[in-house]
């Protein structure tokens, strides 16, 4: 009997810990205690560790603080959820001799506990891994024991930039054309929603025009992620975005606007 080891307790990681613990022996850490169930992990402290499960927020020190979580629980692999910059994955299999799998996390933070369960997980570990047939035959199990679909990738680096290039990136070009629609039909002082309204048919028989809400892009997903690739046209999105408050007074206040059931507006 093993343990599956959640580290980070945040946004991306309580969900994590949510669904593995409906069907596994599954603990909690943080460097925030209050987070943690403090006696269910005492409890199994000395059980051994399957998987340790990253879900720590991407910085400089990331490898560093993987490396450190590895030793701390003395894992036979490790999953990371986290969002991290192109090839992180596989600079941290070389600082180690247990496998590395990258599993990007897809979903909206209010309901991430169930749309983990909606989305398949994608999954992929690098060629040059240890035990890889065993990390990828039990992590599919695990998912598949939480009702979870996988699907796995021919690389780390694919995975990676998948979440960052046509996930937040794309889903915040999309919100920047919004932006800058709302701008031209301020312009001509035109209904914003009548507008849109033209590409209705279009959009439900080619599903080609989706009309997302106008509002500023907040949070933490969108216009941090685009730190972790070097691309100079990505940036884009953070200039569209500023330049939108400029013109538009109430850009930041605009979403509560949008009422939930109103078709195509998506919050971010």
Known sequence: MKKNVVCGLGEIGNPIYQLLSKNHITVGYDLDESLMNKIKFDKYKNLETEFIHIC?????????????????????GVVIHSTISPHTTKKLQTKTKIPIIYSATRGVHSRMLKDLQRYTKFFSIEKSAPKKTWA?????????????????????VTLELS?????????????????????????YRVDYDEMWSFSDDIHKFLGNRPKLFPGF??????IPNLELIDDKSLWEIDKINNFYTKKVKDAHSIAKKYVKGKQSYTKT
Not at 56 to 76: A, G, Q, W
Not at 136 to 156: D, G, R
């Open 56 to 76: 720590i927020p991407f910085s400089k020190n990331f490898v560093k603080y993987s490396i450190d979580l590895i030793k701390k629980f003395s894992p036979c």
């Open 163 to 187: 979440k960052i290039v046509v996930d937040t990136s794309y889903y915040g070009w999309l919100i920047n054309y919004a932006q800058i629609s709302n701008i031209i039909a301020k312009k």
């Open 136 to 156: 990828i035959t039990n992590f599919s199990e695990l998912m598949k024991k939480c009702n979870v679909k996988t699907k796995q990738l021919s690389s780390p």
């Open 217 to 222: 892009i907040g949070g933490h997903c969108v």
